[in-house]
C-alpha cells in the first residue's frame, strides 16, 4: 500500500483567540476574514522523500521556464499568442533581460501533489504572489510546534539578498492600508529586506513628464509592485506607467520580462518546445515530460481537461471539463479575466485530499522561488479548483 503524500497533524488549538492575537503581533492579521476562518490552524506533514522531489522539480522546472523565456524574448508573434497585451512590448523588449534564473526575483510554483505522491505543475505566478506572510512567517512557527522540518526559514534571508541588488524605494499595492493581505504581503517584504522602502498606494501614483510621483509629490526611481503588470494595459493611467519604465525614470520590480514567466501561455509554449525536441536539454526534458501538463491554446484533448485565463488568478476564470468534454466545474467567485485575455487549455490532475478540522479539502502546495532558489512552501486548502475562499494550511516536511 502506498504511503499518503500528506499527514495532518496537531488539532487545532482550544483558544483560537489567543493565538490570532500571537500572530497579529508576527504580521498575520487576517487569519479570519470577517465570519470566516481562512487559517486553519493544523499542518500538513509532507512525506521528507516527496518534498526531495518536489525541491528536484522546481529547481530544474525553474530553469525549463527561464530558458523559454530567453527564446520568446522579442518575438511579438508569440507575445501575441501567450496574450501579452501589445501596449507592454515596448516595456519588455526594452529591458534586459537579468542573468539566468533571475528573471523574477519573487515568484511561486504552484503544484498538485496527488494521493500517490505524483506531481505536477498547474501555474507559475512568476510577477506578484501573495501568501508570503503564510510562508515566510506563519509556517515556521507551526512547524516547530509540529516538530517537522521547514524549508521556508530562508525565505526571509533570501529576501533581503535579492532586495539588497534592486534596491527599491518604494513598495506599493492597490489599497495600502484597506486590503490587510496584499498590505500586510507589502509590509512584511519590507521588513524583511532591512532596507528603507516607503509603502504606498498604487491609487496615489501619478506619472508628471515621464516621473512617477506618490501623494507627496516624491519621485519614485526604483519600485517593488505587488501589481500585475498585465492590468497596466486595462486600468487608467497604465499607459504612462509603462512610459515611465521605457523612459527609463522608473525601475520596475519584478523586471517587465517577469510577465512573460507570469502567463501560462508560457506553459503552452513549453509543451510545444518539448514536443518538437528543441531548446532543452535532456534532464530538462525529463523534467517537462514527468511534472509538466500537457497545455495548449485550445482544447485538443480525448479526456478530461481544465481551461484558464492565460492571467486568471485566485481561481477566477477556472473551468473543469469531464471525459467527455462537458462542462463539470467552474469557479463563479473569482474575477473572470477571460474576458480580457486569451485562454490556455490543459490536462487535468489530481489534488491530494485532507481531513482537517474544517472537513475534508482539497490540497494545493505552493513552493516559493526566492532570488532564484525553490525556498519555501504553501498550503492552500479547500475545492478541486483552488479560488479566493480557501485556507490556508502550513505545510511542513517530515524528519526521516
Known amino acids: ?29 487576517w487569519a479570519d476574514i470577517e465570519d470566516e476562518q481562512y487559517w486553519i490552524d493544523q499542518v500538513a506533514a509532507l512525506d521528507r522523500d ?18 523559454a523565456v530567453r527564446y520568446i524574448h522579442g518575438n511579438h508573434g508569440l507575445y501575441e499568442l501567450i496574450g501579452i497585451p501589445p501596449i507592454l512590448w515596448e516595456m519588455v523588449d526594452g529591458t534586459p533581460l537579468p542573468e539566468p534564473g533571475l528573471i523574477s526575483r519573487y515568484a511561486r510554483f504552484d503544484f498538485a501533489i496527488d494521493q500517490d505522491s505524483t506531481i505536477k505543475l498547474l501555474e507559475l505566478n512568476a510577477d506578484t504572489p501573495t501568501g508570503y506572510v503564510e510562508a515566510s512567517i506563519v509556517t515556521p512557527w507551526l512547524c516547530e510546534e509540529a516538530g517537522l522540518f521547514s524549508p521556508n526559514t530562508s525565505m526571509k534571508e533570501l529576501v533581503a539578498a535579492a532586495w539588497d541588488i534592486e534596491r527599491p524605494d518604494t513598495a506599493v499595492c492597490v489599497a495600502y492600508g484597506e486590503h490587510m493581505e ?3 504581503t507589502i509590509e512584511a517584504l519590507v521588513r524583511h529586506s532591512g532596507l528603507d522602502v516607503k509603502c504606498r498606494d498604487c491609487l496615489e501614483l501619478y506619472v508628471d513628464d515621464g516621473e512617477l510621483k506618490d501623494g507627496d509629490g516624491r519621485v519614485i526611481k526604483r519600485m517593488f509592485a505587488l501589481y500585475p503588470k498585465e492590468w497596466m494595459a486595462v486600468d487608467e493611467g497604465g499607459d504612462a ?10 525601475t520596475l520590480f519584478n523586471s517587465p520580462p517577469s510577465i512573460l ?21 535532456e534532464e530538462e526534458r525529463k523534467a517537462i515530460g514527468q511534472y509538466l501538463l500537457p497545455t495548449y491554446n485550445k482544447p485538443v484533448f480525448d479526456g478530461s481537461y481544465v481551461s484558464k485565463s492565460m492571467f486568471g488568478r485566485e481561481g477566477g476564470s477556472v473551468r473543469m471539463f469531464d471525459d467527455a468534454g462537458g462542462l463539470e466545474l467552474e ?9 480580457l485575455f486569451p485562454t490556455v487549455y490543459q490536462k487535468r490532475a489530481k489534488l491530494a485530499r485532507v481531513n482537517t478540522s474544517r472537513g475534508e479539502q482539497h490540497l494545493l502546495t505552493g ?17 478541486p479548483i483552488t479560488g479566493n475562499a480557501s485556507h490556508f494550511i502550513a505545510i511542513g516536511v517530515k524528519n526521516k
Open 1 to 29: 500500500m502506498t504511503k499518503p503524500s500528506f499527514e495532518i497533524v496537531m488539532q487545532p488549538h482550544p483558544d483560537r483567540g489567543s493565538r490570532i492575537e500571537t500572530l497579529k503581533k508576527l504580521g498575520f492579521g
Open 50 to 67: 516527496v518534498y526531495e522531489e518536489l525541491q528536484h522539480a522546481s529547481v530544474t522546472l525553474w530553469r525549463v521556464f527561464d530558458k
Open 182 to 184: 496584499d498590505s500586510g
Open 241 to 250: 506607467l509603462a512610459y515611465s519604465v521605457e523612459s527609463g525614470n522608473l
Open 261 to 281: 514567466l507570469q502567463t501560462k501561455g508560457l506553459m503552452a509554449v513549453v509543451w510545444g518546445l518539448y514536443e518538437l525536441g528543441q531548446v532543452f536539454d
Open 331 to 339: 469557479d463563479r467567485d473569482g474575477y473572470d479575466t477571460s474576458l
Open 367 to 383: 513552493m516559493f522561488v526566492i532570488n532564484g532558489q525553490p525556498c519555501g512552501l504553501l498550503g492552500r486548502a479547500g475545492g
